[in-house]
Structure formats: structure tokens, C-alpha cells
């Protein structure tokens, strides 16, 4: 017998139907003989339409702790449904909310951190046989109990946290396609799914704007040495493995290939936005002030970009992405130490996507970057941006060239297959 943490995402319990399927499922797992710990989203769209209605209710950002007392019931709602639907096919369920659950956090509204998870009740509940559920994405903060969220997907995290707290044995991420595959099936079709990953390219992949998985749950996964398994709540396929040591990749089977592809998906993300420092005086400490006042307001950037100095000026421009959030708060920021840092000007494009290719093996392969800006050349895409890791190359180009770049890659590095890949649900929201 083990302990299997299951975390259902917002489209697989998007209606009544869905929740009953859910619920079977979870019954199905427990009468194998495991116990079950369940982490769920809030129904289908419901955090989107939460964040649309307080929007119409105020023209400056609404107070964070009060959002997060909002957005935090969407979990709420489907957390109970799930327990009802649990009871009504005969099983025991009992559900806890964030809280509940022991998941203390720091106090940073709408991007807390897990600071403690202490899920003694949770514990309880399944030794007297109960699945227990928990709302995903919420938890408390230490400091001043105010509840609190921890990012947009941060359901997955929850799960995770709670898989390492209970020791479980695997962590399963139920969603509305087969697996991680490699590029976006909304976009890319032909896609392939991806059987087993390890947790470091996974989290490129993730940090690359691939949504399958919360970035910071590959994070906490990889550290605690959690296996995830990426599946369909949908069908019984089996899904996609996320190894989190080296030493678990030997989960090879038979005839397949021992090297390791050079290529293991290219992942695309429209969520951010690009902010040029233009006119920045070009002499030691200019660039630590700015990112220490990026820093000051909680923005995670990315892709940073020094352009070479103009000589007759001795000013340069700085660019870096970040996420289109948090651009209102680094343009504040950034503004109001606009004559300390002795900039001249601040531009600011969301127009741009963000196009990552990610592959361990690339260390080892020669002419990847070749093929790589030779696909979009041939696919007529503008190049802003270069940022590379060991196991990376990522561009940022004009929003409206993404998806053609993306498939243009994909087929580059011959990753297509013949067969569709299913989308069960969703809207990919
Ligand atoms: N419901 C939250 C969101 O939509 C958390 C999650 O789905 O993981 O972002
Ligand atoms: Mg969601």
C-alpha cells in the first residue's frame, strides 16, 4: 500500500460531471488499496472570472490581502463539491482549506512562499480512512494568519508541498492532456508525448512558460526528491514521468535508445512583457540600482540584455522581460527612482513572446543554435532578444510571429508525430 497525492486541475472539475469523474477516480485509486490525499483547483475558469469581477469593482489594484481572500474560495467551492461527490459513491471524504492543512506560508499576497507545511490533519483523516482533500494554492501566512495565495497554477505546489510533508510515494498531476509533451498541443498538434524528463529540464521547461507544471512545484519536487506523474484524469494512460535525481533515469525500457534526445520540447509563453531602461549612465552600480528597485517590488525578471554603450554619450539601454503582472509595479517603481538612477526613459511592450528550446542534450551537440535561428529565418521571425542556458536558448519575438515560431522549431528538430495529440478539455486560459 502506498500514499498517492492526487492534484486535479481546474478543467477536470469544471462542472458536476466532471467532479463525479473525479471522484470516481479517486475511489478507484483508494479501493487499489492506497490511501489519498487529494490537491484541487478552483472550477474550470473560476479564478479568471474572480480576478475579472474585482476589476469592475475598483480602478486602482485592489488590496492584496483582500484579493487573496477572494481568490482563495474558488479552491473553496470545488475543494467541498469534491467531498460530497466522494460521499455520494460511498467512500469517505473530509475536506481542509490551505489553512487547515498546515500549509504556513510568508506574507506576500498573490506570490506566497511555503514557509512550513504541518499537515496533521490531513494525516489524520486518511488514518481513519478518509481521502482528504485540499485546496490547492492557499495557505496561511505565519506572520500575520491572513490567508494567503501562492500564484497563479500554484495548485501544483500545493501538492507537492504536501507529497514531501506526508512522504508520499508519488505525486500525480491530473490535467486535461496525456502528458508534458513537446510544445503546447494547442499549438502544435503533432506534438509527441514526452515519457520520462528529468526534473532539470522540466524546470526550463517550466520556467520557459510551458504551463503543464507550476514552475516552483518542479522546484520543490526536484529538492524533496518527489517523483511527479503528469496524466489525464480524462483517460488511463499512462502519463509522463518527472525523475528528480539522475539516478532515477534508469527507467529506460527495452529498444529504446540509451543516449538521452538532444531535444526534449520547445516551450512558448505569452504572459510577459519587455521594459527598456533606455539612457542609463553607463559607470559600475547603475545596473545593481535597478534591480535592486526591480527587486523592491517582488518582480521576477528574466532575459536581461546591456545594449554596447554609445560612446559620445556614455549611456547605454538595459531590457529584460518580465512577467506582464508586475509590469505596472516595476514602472512605478522604477519611475519614482527615475532621477537617483539617471535614466533617461522607460519603454514598455507587451506586444512580445517569448520562444524557449530545451534540451539537456544540447551540452553535447554542436549546431543547435544553427538550426535553431536558421528555422526562423525560414519562418520570416524577427529575432528581439537571445538568452541561453547549458540546456537552452530562448528569443523574444513580436507576440503575433509566436505560434509559427513555435511550430517552426518543433519540426526543425524533426520532434513532430504522426497523430494528433488529444486535448481533452480546457481552454488553456
Ligand atoms: N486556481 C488557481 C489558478 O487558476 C490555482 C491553480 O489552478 O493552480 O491559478
Ligand atoms: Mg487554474
New binding site residues.
Given amino acids: 500500500m502506498s500514499l498517492i497525492v492526487q492534484k486535479f ?2 478543467s477536470s472539475v469544471s462542472d458536476a460531471e466532471g467532479i463525479k469523474r473525479v471522484a470516481r477516480r479517486i475511489i478507484d485509486t483508494k479501493s487499489a488499496g492506497h490511501d489519498v490525499v487529494v490537491v484541487v ?2 472550477m474550470g ?4 472570472e474572480l480576478l475579472d469581477l474585482a476589476g469592475q469593482l475598483t480602478t486602482k489594484k485592489a488590496p492584496a490581502r483582500e484579493m487573496d481572500m477572494l ?1 482563495s474560495a ?2 473553496r467551492i470545488s475543494m467541498a463539491l469534491l467531498a460530497m461527490a466522494i460521499d455520494g459513491l460511498g467512500a469517505k471524504a473530509a475536506s481542509f482549506t490551505g489553512s487547515q492543512a498546515g500549509m504556513m506560508t510568508d506574507a506576500i499576497h498573490g506570490k506566497a512562499r511555503v514557509i512550513e507545511v504541518s499537515p496533521k490533519r490531513v494525516r489524520r483523516a486518511i488514518d481513519r480512512g478518509f481521502v482528504a482533500i485540499v485546496a ?2 492557499q495557505g496561511m501566512s505565519k506572520e500575520s494568519r491572513d490567508i494567503t ?8 505546489t ?1 501538492a507537492v508541498a504536501m507529497a514531501a510533508a506526508l512522504g508520499a510515494d508519488v505525486c500525480e498531476i491530473y490535467t486535461d492532456v496525456d502528458g508534458i509533451y513537446t510544445a503546447d498541443p494547442r499549438v502544435v498538434p503533432t506534438a509527441r508525448k514526452i515519457d520520462t524528463i528529468s526534473s532539470e529540464e522540466m524546470l526550463e521547461m517550466a520556467a520557459s512558460g510551458a504551463k503543464i507544471l ?1 514552475l516552483r512545484c518542479v522546484e520543490y519536487a526536484r529538492r524533496f526528491g518527489v517523483p511527479l506523474h503528469v496524466r489525464s484524469s480524462f483517460s488511463t494512460n499512462e502519463g509522463t514521468w518527472v525523475l528528480p535525481s539522475p539516478d532515477d533515469q534508469i527507467k529506460i525500457q527495452e529498444g529504446e535508445p540509451l543516449e538521452q534526445p538532444i531535444i526534449s520540447g520547445v516551450a512558448h509563453d505569452r504572459s510577459e512583457a519587455k521594459v527598456t531602461v533606455v539612457g542609463v549612465p553607463d559607470i559600475p552600480g547603475k545596473a545593481a540600482h535597478i534591480f535592486r528597485v526591480i527587486a523592491g517590488a517582488h518582480a521576477n525578471i528574466d532575459m536581461i540584455v546591456q545594449n554596447v554603450s554609445r560612446s559620445d554619450t556614455g549611456r547605454t539601454d538595459i531590457s529584460f522581460t518580465l512577467p506582464m503582472v508586475d509590469g505596472e509595479a516595476v514602472k512605478e517603481a522604477l519611475r519614482s527612482s527615475q532621477e537617483e538612477i539617471g535614466f533617461q526613459e522607460i519603454s514598455y511592450n507587451e506586444n512580445v513572446g517569448k520562444l524557449s528550446l530545451i534540451g539537456a542534450g544540447m551540452r553535447s551537440n554542436p549546431g543547435v543554435s544553427f538550426t535553431f535561428f536558421e528555422a526562423l529565418h525560414q519562418a520570416g521571425v524577427n529575432v528581439n532578444m537571445i538568452s541561453t542556458s547549458e540546456i537552452r536558448i530562448s528569443i523574444v519575438t513580436d507576440a503575433d510571429k509566436l505560434d509559427d515560431a513555435v511550430r517552426a522549431i518543433h519540426a526543425a528538430f524533426d520532434l513532430d508525430t504522426d497523430d494528433e495529440a488529444t486535448v481533452y478539455g480546457g481552454t488553456g486560459r
Avoid at 45 to 48: H, L, P, Q, V
Avoid at 149 to 156: A, E, L, P, Q, Y
Fill in positions: 486541475g481546474g483547483s478552483a475558469d473560476t479564478t479568471d481568490l474558488g479552491e490547492g494554492f495565495t501562492m500564484g497563479r497554477g500554484g495548485s501544483d500545493t507550476h
